[in-house]
């Protein structure tokens, strides 16, 4: 079994900064890319940031010259750092990452989000 565990949200104001974390655990023999995604209600799903074991990120539009993907591939963890946050980043933000387990299968694994709001 896997299990992603992402914590660091809250209630920030404008302009605030978070930090974000993910750790994975379980039965691991890999963990290939990291990430997150948010969704806000009404709203779908969308990339904000991933980067693989070598240390290359992505962005999404929205996280790009505010927001710093990183990982520490000896804890298993991916990191998160938004800075000048705006109401509009308002949403649940979910790790995701590509696992290889213990019994060679690579599958797609989701924490269970962690809420980040911005509000004066």
């Known amino acids: 079994q896997v299990q992603l565990v992402d914590s660091g949200g809250g209630l920030v104001q404008p302009g605030g900064s978070l930090r974000l974390s993910c750790a994975a655990s379980?039965?691991?023999?890999?963990?290939?890319?990291m990430g997150w995604y948010r969704q806000a209600p009404g709203k779908e799903r969308e990339l904000v940031a991933r980067i693989t074991t070598n240390g290359r990120p992505t962005y999404g539009d929205s996280a790009k010259g505010r927001f710093t993907i990183s990982r520490d591939n000896a804890k298993n963890t991916v990191y998160l750092t938004m800075n000048s946050l705006k109401p509009e980043d308002t949403a649940v933000y979910l790790c995701?990452?590509?696992?290889?387990?213990?019994?060679?299968?690579?599958?797609?694994?989701w924490g269970q989000g962690t809420q980040v709001t911005v509000s004066s």
């Open positions: 379980g039965t691991i023999l890999r963990v290939n890319d």
């Open positions: 995701n990452s590509d696992i290889m387990t213990t019994d060679w299968r690579t599958l797609d694994y």
